[in-house]
């Protein structure tokens, strides 16, 4: 029932933040979000650590919490992009950078300076503090070469 609520509140217009995603599922509340906000800022630890450890969420909502919002970070970061004139596109979440895939159209768009400045601050608006844009270009599906690659080196 939680994890039910957890995925919908995520899908809700609004949600993407980790504090946000919790309290629209109704799993804590403006209290305790506050309470253990400030211990993550006076620890300097992460606020999903620190709701765990106050017995608020225990570590599969958190999970589940964590995998919402990065989609909907993804998402709102790929339409903010595309709304630039980026037709093919993929932003890849690595913690705090964003990896930009475009195909060479696109990049072009990019190396716009106000396009550029645009996106880099519309990103880290969302929470990534690095922004960047892969040269090799329009990568779709290249997650399954690492895995190859992988795959090999343990054969």
């Known amino acids: 029932m939680v994890m039910s609520k957890i995925k919908q509140s995520a899908h809700q217009e609004g949600a993407g933040k980790l504090g946000e995603i919790l309290l629209e599922a109704g799993v804590i509340n403006k209290d305790e979000l506050n309470a253990a906000l400030a211990i993550s800022q006076e620890q300097s630890r992460r606020l999903g650590e620190t709701l765990v450890e106050m017995r ?17 970070r993804i998402a709102r970061a790929e339409t903010f992009i595309n709304g630039l004139g980026v037709r093919r596109l993929r932003v890849r979440h690595h913690e705090d950078i964003a990896r930009i895939e475009a195909d060479a159209e696109g990049m072009a768009v990019l190396f716009d300076p106000d396009r550029r400045n645009q996106v880099v601050k519309y990103l880290k608006e969302l ?28 054969r």
């Open 56 to 72: 608020l969420i225990n570590p599969q909502m958190l999970n589940a919490a964590t995998a919402a919002d990065v989609l909907i």
């Open 127 to 154: 929470g990534y503090t690095y922004v960047t844009l892969d040269l090799a270009g329009d990568c779709a599906g290249t997650a399954h070469e690492a895995w190859n690659v992988e795959a090999k080196l343990h």
